[in-house]
């Protein structure tokens, strides 16, 4: 399959010109996508799984990426890379709604979304940083910035994950910075963001400002955070406790193309792979350092699935369509009606 270049020309027109320039530089992916490998049994199209359409979203460009699930009343949250607009999904209907408009806060894309266990909405803005919502009325309650100015490096603030004491932990996909926010932090409700973790040196050789760190998640002790690089395909542990960094050791297949990830409290991680319309499900070792592919669905009703949230019985896969003139190939195809898929047997 040919080199997709990952280019955000869905972005606004306003976005600052060395963002924009370094982007359509840097932001394509260092392999040619390949099919995650899988026993044998697993490469055929969906298999026994099951993929429908949990609910639409409205709106001809779109795109969407990040998705997440309030565990508290199950209501989905769908954020639109191209301008930012975050929608909400209500338990039951067919079709989401607008919940924050585009533009809110001057944001400009929607990329990581996550809710936490007092009911706020964390959402990123690539071009940014993140920002907090009450989802009972969609107030934002803080809002951090990566550090900027003249002669600051570019940036791409990509995904969060949430640990069990509050702490928010972003991934800097240009930087291969992650960044973090603490329950102190959230309450004074603004500053900078605090670099916290920087896997440069860990990560394999890339181009000056090439793509890096995409998906992140911890595991429920708070012990760990795990963070994909999605050109290279390699998945990396981050201790927190001491900051060391490793490479997770990956039996059965590899994570190339891998966007969006969750991790089940047993251990289950489940990855969506963007370009190659896969979803994956590994078993993660113990202590984070290994982890064993167990299943792969391969299949193009998916359409450029970019991130992914699990709630018993049913995996939700964001459909980005990123491929429909879109970021990735930007000019080029024309998008049908937006959805969410609803996955049983992932």
């Known amino acids: 399959m040919k080199t997709k270049s990952f280019l955000p020309a869905a972005l606004p027109a306003a976005l600052p010109a060395a963002l924009t320039a370094a982007l359509a530089v840097t932001l394509t992916l260092g392999v040619a996508p390949a099919r995650a490998q899988a026993p044998a049994e697993s490469r055929t199209p969906a298999g026994d799984a099951r993929i429908s359409t949990a609910f639409a979203i409205p709106g001809g460009k779109v795109y969407?990426?990040?998705?997440?699930?309030?565990?508290?009343?199950?209501?989905?949250?769908?954020?639109?890379?191209?301008?930012?607009?975050?929608?909400?999904?209500?338990?039951?209907?067919?079709?989401?709604?607008v919940f924050l408009p585009s533009g809110t806060d001057g944001r400009r894309t929607a990329n990581g979304l996550r809710v936490d266990a007092r009911g706020?909405?964390?959402?990123?803005?690539?071009t940014t940083g993140v920002a907090v919502y009450d989802t009972a009325d969609g107030s934002r309650l803080a809002h951090f910035e990566v550090a900027g100015g003249t002669g600051a490096p570019a940036h791409?603030?990509?995904?969060?994950?949430?640990?069990?004491?509050?702490?928010?932990?972003?991934?800097?996909?240009?930087?291969g910075m992650i960044y973090r926010v603490t329950p102190e932090q959230l309450a004074i409700g603004s500053g900078v963001l605090t670099e916290a973790y920087d896997l440069t040196p860990a990560l394999r050789p890339r181009p000056a400002g090439g793509f890096s760190l995409n998906g992140i998640v911890s595991d429920r002790k708070g012990r760990y955070l795990l963070t994909v690089d999605m050109p290279e395909g390699d998945l990396y542990r981050v201790d927190l406790r001491t900051g060391a960094v490793r490479r997770v050791a990956l039996s059965g297949g590899d994570m190339k193309a891998a966007d969006g990830l969750h991790l089940s409290p047993?251990?289950?991680?489940?990855?969506?792979?963007?370009?190659?319309?896969?979803?994956?499900?590994?078993?993660?070792?113990?202590?984070?350092?290994?982890a064993r592919l167990t299943r792969a669905i391969t299949d193009p009703s998916l359409q450029i699935p970019t991130t992914l949230t699990h709630t018993p019985g049913r995996t939700l896969v964001v459909r980005s369509q990123f491929d429909k003139g879109g970021p990735m190939t930007p000019g080029s195809g024309t998008p049908t009606t937006f959805t969410v898929a609803a996955v049983r047997g992932l």
């Not at 792979?273 to 070792?285: F, K, P, Y």
């Open 120 to 126: 706020r909405l964390w959402v990123t803005d690539s």
């Open 156 to 175: 791409f603030i990509n995904d969060l994950t949430l640990t069990p004491d509050g702490t928010a932990y972003l991934t800097d996909s240009i930087r």
């Open 266 to 290: 047993d251990g289950t991680l489940r990855v969506a792979h963007n370009t190659t319309n896969t979803l994956t499900r590994w078993q993660v070792g113990a202590d984070g350092s290994r």
């Open 64 to 97: 969407p990426e990040g998705i997440a699930t309030d565990p508290r009343t199950h209501t989905v949250y769908v954020g639109s890379y191209a301008d930012g607009t975050v929608y909400r999904a209500r338990p039951g209907r067919s079709e989401a709604e």
